[in-house]
T-cell receptor, first 113, second 110 residues
Framework: GENVEQHPSTLSVQEGDSAVIKCTYS??????FPWYKQELGKRPQLIID?????GEKKDQRIAVTLNKTAKHFSLHITETQPEDSAVYFC????????????FGTGTRLQVFP | DSGVTQTPKHLITATGQRVTLRCSPR?????VYWYQQSLDQGLQFLIQ???????AKGNILERFSAQQFPDLHSELNLSSLELGDSALYFC?????????FGPGTRLTVL
């Protein structure tokens, strides 16, 4: 069935360092891969996404890479800041008749000043 | 603010009861999705409606049902509530792939 695995479950970095979160999906028909940031008690917020016809996308300090052959995609955050501390979720969807999102289990990122 | 609204913010009820959660999508969005977030299960897709029609079902219990009305708002009905139904319930809306989440309803079943 559809499954998205996410690693690591927790990640602690020093302010200014880079952080990388990795996801693997099972459904080869998946073609849309968003990343969400969720602060405690708040809604998941879309921070970046990538579609299957693109290998990499960048938005300021965040970037996402996609390897369709290996069914891997990753989130890269550079020059981390304390306000980057949150739980990050990857997700995958395939547009058969629905674009429901299958989420990874989340990564708790802590950025220490 | 994503433009998606949900009411109520918090709901405390007892086992065996029935509750209704409400979601209003962003203006122009035809799709509404419901997700459940509990501590040990992460974000789980429940059900999707598109322009009033059910489009996809996920791991939604038979005790749960949903509908989308002509004005595109959606309601999620949870009945015969159990302790394990305590969770955050989010709805999201989209017009393309990008889904924007509402603030959620925190349901506590005592």
């Amino acid at each position: 069935g559809e499954n998205v695995e996410q690693h690591p479950s927790t990640l602690s970095v020093q302010e200014g360092d880079s952080a990388v979160i990795k996801c693997t999906y099972s459904d080869s028909a998946s073609n849309y891969f968003p990343w969400y940031k969720q602060e405690l008690g708040k809604r998941p917020q879309l921070i970046i996404d990538i579609r299957s016809n693109v290998g990499e996308k960048k938005d300021q300090r965040i970037a996402v890479t996609l390897n369709k052959t290996a069914k891997h995609f990753s989130l890269h955050i550079t020059e981390t800041q304390p306000e980057d501390s949150a739980v990050y979720f990857c997700a995958a969807s395939a547009s058969y008749n629905t674009d429901k999102l299958i989420f990874g289990t989340g990564t708790r990122l802590q950025v220490f000043p | 603010d994503s433009g998606v609204t949900q009411t109520p913010k918090h709901l405390i009820t007892a086992t065996g009861q029935r509750v209704t959660l409400r979601c209003s999508p962003r203006s122009g969005d035809l799709s509404v999705y419901w997700y459940q977030q509990s501590l040990d299960q992460g974000l789980q897709f429940l059900i999707q409606y598109y322009n009033g029609e059910e489009r996809a079902k996920g791991n939604i219990l038979e005790r749960f049902s949903a509908q989308q009305f002509p004005d595109l708002h959606s309601e999620l009905n949870l009945s015969s509530l159990e302790l394990g139904d305590s969770a955050l319930y989010f709805c999201a809306s989209s017009i393309s792939n990008e889904q924007f989440f509402g603030p959620g309803t925190r349901l506590t079943v005592l």
